[in-house]
């Protein structure tokens, strides 16, 4: 599976966002998927999960910020991204897993001015 990441962007503290992850396969074939970040001299992080049943879980940290969904008909998972800050700053990947495989796509680099 080719995982396609885009939307990043500069943005100042308080502004939104919102990343696409392109697959190159029908969704139903996927039973999980979501993103990754990974913030300077730190390690990666996840963020957002969708699973199976439209279940989603979220870091702590984006709780309430952060929104996680995915449109079947275009094979694309979404992260609408809200309320930024500066400490969300970094490179975010999207990934999938299907037992027993798992998929990363390449990164989209998030930047919040303070």
């Known amino acids: 599976v080719q995982l396609q990441a885009s939307g990043g962007g500069l943005v100042e503290t308080g502004g939104s966002l919102r990343l696409s992850c392109a697959a190159s396969?029908?969704?139903?074939?996927?039973?999980?998927m979501g993103w990754y970040r990974q913030a300077p001299g730190k390690e990666r992080e996840s963020v957002a999960i969708?699973?199976?049943?439209?279940?989603?879980d979220y870091a702590d940290s984006v709780k309430g910020r952060f929104t996680i969904s995915r449109d079947y008909a275009k094979n694309t998972v979404y992260l609408q991204m809200n309320t930024l800050k500066p400490e969300d700053t970094g490179v975010y990947y999207c990934?999938?897993?299907?037992?027993?495989?798992?998929?990363w796509g390449g990164g989209t680099l998030v930047t919040v001015s303070s």
């Open positions: 969708i699973t199976g049943g439209e279940r989603t």
């Open positions: 990934y999938a897993s299907t037992y027993p495989m798992n998929y």
């Open positions: 396969r029908s969704l139903i074939s996927l039973n999980k």
